[in-house]
Every structure is written in C-alpha cells, then in structure tokens.
C-alpha cells in the first residue's frame, strides 16, 4: 500500500470569466490530517469540489488519483462510493427533518420494500456515540445547535464507510469547546487511521492539529508544510498565505470618546417560541460617540437575541424597556424604522437573514437603503454601480466585476457584501454580529481598518464576537452575557480573558 492516499495533479478549473484553479496539485499521505490553507477566493471549497465530483470529471482539467486508482468521478455518489465524504463550508442539514431522518437521508435503509426506521434509530444512536453525541435520534435538527449539527453531518460521513473525510471550514460556527471537541474526535479518527482534509482560516486550530498544511494563493498551489520538517506556527503559514508577515494582527486606534449616543434600558424579550422564557432580561448598556464596544458570552448567551430584538424588534416578542437615540426616546418597532433611525445589523447567518442568494453583489450592496441612490422614483443605475463599485475596492470583494451573482462567490466573500450592504447605509450606530467568521487574517485586518474609520467619524460601533482575541483587541469596552443577561462592563483595561470567561458564564446582574 502506498503512503500517499490522494494525488491531485495540475487541476485546473474555470468558470466563466474566472479561473478559480490554475494548475493546483495536492498530496495527501494516508492517515494523516491536511490542512488547505488560503484567503478568501484563493479556491480552496472549488478543489475540494472538483475532488468529490460537485464539480463532475469532464468540468475540470487535470487528474486525480485516489488509492492507487485514477479516478473520475461524475458526482458525489460517486465519489462517496470511493470512501470520499465532504462536509461543506455551508452545513446541508434538512432543520425540519429529525436526526435519524437527516443521517439516512437518500441512503436509506430498506426491507422489503419499506424504510427500516427502528434500524436507522439503532444504528444512529451507535454513529452518535462515535462522535460523542447524546441526544434523543427524533429530535428535530433545528432544536439542535451548531456544533452539535456539525457532529450529525460528522455522523452521516460516517455512516458512509469514509475513507478520506473533507472538513470545509467545520469550525467557523462553533464556540471553543465545540471546536476543540471536533478537533479531539478528528484526532481519534486519526489513531484509527482514517485522512482527513480540513480547510479553516483558524489558523491556530490548524497549527494544533494538522501534519501537513497545503497553502493555495490566487488558485495556485504555493507551497506544502510538513510538521516534521518544521513545526506548523501561525506566523508561518500567514506568510505563505499573504506573502508577507502580519506583524500586528489588529490596526491600531487612539479612541476618541464622546458622550452617550445609543442607550438600553431594562429591555425585556420574550421567546417566541417558548411562552414564559426570556431571552433578555431586563439588560441595560449604552454605547459612546466614537466607541467600539464588544459583546463577550459563550454560544447562546442571548447576545444575537439581545442585538436582534434591538434591531427594529426582529426577533422575540418585546416585553418592556426603552432605546434611547442621543437622549431622546426611540421607538422602532420594525426594521425600516430602526434603519431610518440611523442602525445597522450584520447578521451571523448571512444565508438566512444576509443575502438574498439570487441576487448580484451590486444589487445586495445598496439593497438596504435605495433610497439612497434613487432620483425621482427612478433607481439611479450608475450610482448604484460607483457605490458597489467603491466597496468593492475598499474590502477586496473577489469577483469578476459588480454584476456577479452573489452565489458566484466564495464564503468568505459573501460575508464581505453583507458588510457592505449596511456600512452602504451609513449607520450612526452599527451592530456587528460575528463580522469576520470565515474571513481570512488579511480581509480581517481590512475590516477591522473600516471599524477604526466609522468610530474615528464618531458613529459607534457593537461588535459581538466569540474569540476573545479579537474583543480584546478592537473593543473599548466589553460587555459580558450570560443567559439572557448582562453579568459585566469591563473597559479594555481592565479585560483579559479570564476576567470575561468568568463573567461570561456567571448568572448574577452587572450592578
Ligand atoms: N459556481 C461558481 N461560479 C462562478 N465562480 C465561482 C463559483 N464557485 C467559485 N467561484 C469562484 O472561484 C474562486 C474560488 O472560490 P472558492 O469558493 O473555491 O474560494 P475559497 O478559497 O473556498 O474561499 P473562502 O475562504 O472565502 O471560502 C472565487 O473567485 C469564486 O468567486
Ligand atoms: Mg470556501
């Protein structure tokens, strides 16, 4: 048996207008895990395409040669057939659909001409003590969250004899303790020798857990790290990746801080789907002229409930409590009231609340506000294309032009026109909800510089983040919440991150 599992050889793939892979090679050693590293666009999700036939043989040239074999596959059947299972950046969980129902899905167990439910629950709840998960098999996907989804997609791979598992981005949306417990169950796949690929723009998950990291750059492959040769360190890889090394990860700011701009007081939501459960409870924060303040808590804190409901009531069913806009009372009860006031949300699911996904980047980008660019009831077409055009630029969106649709894009990118999309509104108070999930070190950086920009005219700016890190280095000010409630108000100098882990998961009010 040979050592290398997988050959990717001088894959080159085109769609129109772009050549998303220019003679890319891969090779991947059996048994080991390796990571693809790479910004946004690079075309990381496309060669693991081309691999598991999303993109069928015929599309792409080049070839391929999985376990001695050349291979061809012309869709993903086939390729799982081979043992080759993709999980992909965006999860494809069916929400309605129970547990058991989504891991047999097109695959399932029949006798006699009937689906065999009573063996798919029994051989679910064996899949799912493999991946370490104890839920009931009838539960509904949607009760679930994110990380507990992504160990159901895990399930389904392996329900399919895999051989070579493909992890596109399975960390972005989990907290740390989820993705340290992927990483955990990717390792014990590893002791029973199963190779896996995983792309992620984590790159201190990958310094931890990868043997070998191939790095791709415009659709090119640049280069192949092996642990053994030298140890796989972030720095490393950044400058493979951009070219150059990334001496301060955050641009620096002199805050300039004025006086309150945005307040909350004892806001109170109800579920709407649990009648009697609060999802904030009675929380109260403000935010300054010219300040960035952060929002800390583990996953379902409450802190996408808090800023949604805030957000011209999307979300829950509003109780009690007052917004109040430089001193006077607000009242926005749906969402164009709260854009017109002057607020901007950037949701974390951009596929559900983000982007209409028939749509063009210039036509996404204006969207929120046209208004803005229409003359006499007339969109002004040219107008619509200079400001699309303009954020184009400033965020290095990857497409062929502004006329691109917005599916063309990769993920990273697609975040990136979400972004645009409100910063186009001229938010006086902009609310960031997990602004750079699946966006690379460099596009990080240049999103962070359009933060310091907005704050330095002295809008502010709310920014719910789940790395510490990155609260630590772009917020003035952090609140903590845990449950529903504010349980801290910690300015910057005062924060680490033992301070707000503590916070973040202590039940008592902030005074
Ligand atoms: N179906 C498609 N039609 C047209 N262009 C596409 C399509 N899929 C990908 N592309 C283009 O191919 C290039 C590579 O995209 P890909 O999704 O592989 O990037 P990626 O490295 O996975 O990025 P990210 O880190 O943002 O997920 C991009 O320029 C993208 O716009
Ligand atoms: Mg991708």
């Not at 075309?43 to 043989?57: C, N």
């Not at 070579?164 to 907290?175: F, G, K, M, R, V």
């Not at 303009?390 to 993920?411: F, M, P």
Request: glycine share 10%; charged share 25%; hydrophobic share 40%.
């Amino acid at each position: 048996m040979s050592d290398t599992i997988l050959e990717m050889r001088s894959i080159t793939k085109e769609f129109p207008g772009v050549r998303a892979l220019d003679n890319v090679s891969l090779s991947v050693r059996r048994g080991e895990i390796h990571a693809i590293c790479g910004e946004n666009g690079a075309g990381k999700s496309t060669l693991m395409k081309v691999l598991s036939g999303v993109h069928p043989h015929g599309t792409y040239a080049g070839t391929i040669v999985f376990d001695g074999e050349e291979v061809e596959f012309k869709d993903l059947k086939a390729s799982e057939k081979a043992g080759i299972v993709i999980i992909h950046q965006e999860l494809a969980l069916i929400p309605e659909l129970s547990v058991t129902e989504n891991i047999f899905l097109g695959n399932e167990i029949v006798r006699r001409g009937l689906i065999d439910w009573t063996e798919a629950r029994t051989r679910t709840l064996d899949l799912m003590a493999r991946v370490g998960l104890s839920v009931d098999p009838n539960t509904p996907i949607k009760n679930l969250g994110v990380g507990q989804q992504q160990l159901i997609e895990i399930a389904r791979a392996l329900s399919k004899d895999v051989r070579l598992l493909i992890l596109d981005e399975p960390t972005s949306a989990l907290n740390e303790d989820d993705s340290e417990n992927l990483l955990d169950l990717l390792r014990g796949f590893k002791g029973r020798g199963l190779t896996s690929i995983m792309i992620s723009h984590k790159l201190n998950e990958i310094a931890e857990i990868a043997d070998s990291v191939t790095i791709i750059r415009d659709g090119l492959t640049v280069e192949t790290l092996h642990v053994e040769d030298s140890p796989l360190d972030e720095d490393r890889i950044i400058r493979g990746m951009v070219g150059r090394s990334l001496d301060n990860r955050y641009p620096s700011r002199t805050p300039q801080i004025g006086e309150v701009m945005f307040e909350v007081k004892n806001w109170n939501v109800e579920d709407p789907n649990i009648a009697g459960r609060m999802v904030c409870k009675n929380s109260s924060f403000n935010v300054r002229k010219g300040e960035v303040v952060g929002f800390a808590g583990v996953m379902g804190a409450g802190r996408t409930e808090l800023a949604r409901s805030i957000f011209g009531r999307s979300y829950g069913i509003y109780r009690s409590g007052q917004l109040l806009l430089n001193g006077n009372e607000v009242h926005l009860p749906t969402v164009d009231s709260a854009i017109d006031a002057g607020l901007a949300y950037v949701p974390e699911d951009r596929k559900v609340h983000g982007l209409n996904l028939l749509d063009t980047v210039r036509g996404t980008i204006v969207s929120a506000k046209l208004k803005k660019i229409t003359r006499h009831g007339l969109l002004d077409q040219h107008e619509e294309y200079t400001a699309a055009e303009r954020y184009r630029k400033a965020l290095r969106i990857r497409s062929r032009d502004v006329n691109d649709g917005v599916t063309q894009l990769s993920g990273g990118n697609q975040q990136k026109v979400v972004l645009s999309k409100w910063m186009f509104t001229d938010p006086t108070l902009l609310i960031l909800d997990e602004p750079t999930r699946g966006i690379d070190v460099g596009a990080k950086y240049e999103i962070y510089e359009l933060i310091n920009q907005l704050v330095a005219e002295g809008h502010g700016v709310i920014m719910i983040s789940s790395e510490l890190p990155e609260v630590l280095g772009m917020c003035d000010r952090i609140y903590t919440v845990c449950e529903g409630r504010i349980t801290g108000d910690v300015p910057r100098e005062q924060a680490d991150q033992e301070t707000l882990m503590r916070l973040m998961t202590t039940t008592t009010a902030a005074a």
